[in-house]
């Protein structure tokens, strides 16, 4: 099928669902967008098991869609800036310690747990995988996904220091996470004795350390171009520029575009809102085209996860080892974010928040990022063990956890009217 047609059908599909869910379900717009994907993949592998050909014929189309290409190489650059832009930065850099721990120390410490435990937990399910294998699967589901984060988090009305960390965290963290993808991943498939811990902390500073510079490089330079104009439509053509080429520069480099992107979108965000780039009306025009751009390609990136349920082989058996895998992944984010916090709180700049823990653990989200991570397996992997398990502990994040973040907000009391720390010297608390 044409990448035309198919563009064309995840839009209509996408605007239908909208429409749907915004006049009669009236829930979040990523949750209610993926719960009719998935509904509606559901009723459409029934029917290709009664041999429909339609049916047939478009579970063809959407097995042909690159989810991790469309994913990782296309939307992801255009929602991180899109995400970003609007982060309040002065925030930010008081949470910059909390923010940095989660994503770094988090992350590590969730891939190894969970990788560890489902070692162990997989041969019991008849289900056994390589320990190599069980780490690749826990650096592609450690990082909260920050599409499902910035869409559905930032809605709850929560406190806005937990939410700024939570959201900080998702931004930094998948880079964290996609490093850490890479180099396990060629440890699984070459064997620990042909990848040296020297190669390995190479392709860290590369590709994490590389996309934050270039990251940086871009946004500084995108800020002083911006400054020399006053004409709205020059400079949102001027954002997405950054946004195209910087993320086509990145793959280049083999350095993090995510990466490169996110600290793009806060350096340009942060110099709009200080008024040295932007006019008033050019800064009300850039905001709402990228709002624009976050809407619809989230839309589009929530209805293409749920259509996934319609070609992906998810047994019975896969199905049970994913319910496991939601504990397992749920523990380990629980013991990663009181590490973090317990090192932190070390440092006595700050006294810990209450609740703190509670709203970090389940404000974790996984969405499509982790889809497109394990779509992105080699056939040599355990591709369909994988693949299957994670897309089921990202439904259940985005929906189970996306619905019930905000009841647990308002249940703890750490909502927009209470404060959730007690600022101390160079940080807020976590």
């Given amino acids: ?48 098991r009664l041999g429909v050909q339609p049916v047939l014929d478009l579970a063809q189309i959407v097995g042909k869609i690159d989810f991790n290409a469309l994913v990782m190489q296309v939307m992801l650059g255009f929602l ?70 910035l869409s559905i988090l930032t809605k709850a009305r929560l406190n806005k220091n937990l939410e700024t960390k939570i959201v900080g965290e998702s931004l930094f963290n998948d880079g964290v996470g996609v490093v850490l993808f890479v180099v396990l991943l060629e440890i699984a498939q070459l064997g620990p004795r042909e990848v040296t811990l020297t190669h390995a902390l190479a392709v860290f500073a590369q590709e994490a350390l590389g996309g934050m510079a270039l990251g940086a490089a871009l946004g500084l330079g995108t800020a002083w171009l911006l400054r020399a104009v006053d004409n709205y439509q020059v400079e949102v053509l001027l954002t997405l520029a950054v946004v195209a080429g910087g993320t086509a520069l990145a793959r280049h480099l083999h350095t993090s575009g995510p990466l490169a992107m996110v600290v793009a979108g806060l350096l340009v965000g942060h110099f709009s809102r200080s008024g040295a780039v932007f006019s008033p009306e050019s800064r ?86 982790s889809v497109a991570l394990a779509l992105g397996l080699p056939d040599s992997a355990p591709r369909e063990l994988l693949v299957g398990i994670t897309y089921v502990i990202v439904v259940f994040s985005i929906i189970g956890q996306g619905l019930t973040i905000g009841p647990l907000v308002r249940r703890l009391g750490v909502g927009n009217a209470s404060s959730d720390a007690v600022p101390t010297r160079a940080t807020a608390a976590p």
């Fill in 284 to 369: 009300s025009y850039v905001d709402k085209f990228w709002e624009l751009v976050d809407e619809v390609l989230n839309a589009v990136l929530f209805v293409l996860v749920g259509l996934e349920a319609l070609v992906l082989p998810i047994t019975g058996r896969i199905m049970g080892a994913g319910v496991v895998a939601i504990a397992v992944v749920l523990a380990a984010r629980l013991v990663a974010v009181s590490s973090s916090l317990a090192i932190l709180k070390s440092s006595k700049l700050f006294r810990p928040s209450q609740h703190g823990v509670a709203v970090l653990t389940w404000g974790g989200l996984r969405g499509g990022l």
């Fill in 80 to 149: 991180l800036f899109a995400g970003s832009i609007h982060v309040d930065t002065g925030r930010l850099g008081k949470l910059g310690w909390s923010v940095g721990t989660l994503a770094l120390v988090g992350t590590l410490l969730s891939t190894a747990l969970v990788g560890g435990a489902m070692y162990y937990l997989l041969p019991l399910l008849g289900l056994p995988t390589s320990l190599g294998y069980c780490l690749v699967f826990g650096a592609l589901i450690s990082p909260t996904d920050p599409v499902a984060v």
């Fill in 1 to 48: 099928m044409p990448l035309y047609d198919a563009l064309a059908l995840l839009l209509v599909l996408a605007a239908a669902f909208a429409y749907f869910n915004h006049r009669w379900l009236k829930m979040p717009p990523a949750i209610g967008l993926m719960v009719l994907g998935l509904l509606t993949s559901l009723s459409l592998v029934g029917l290709a």
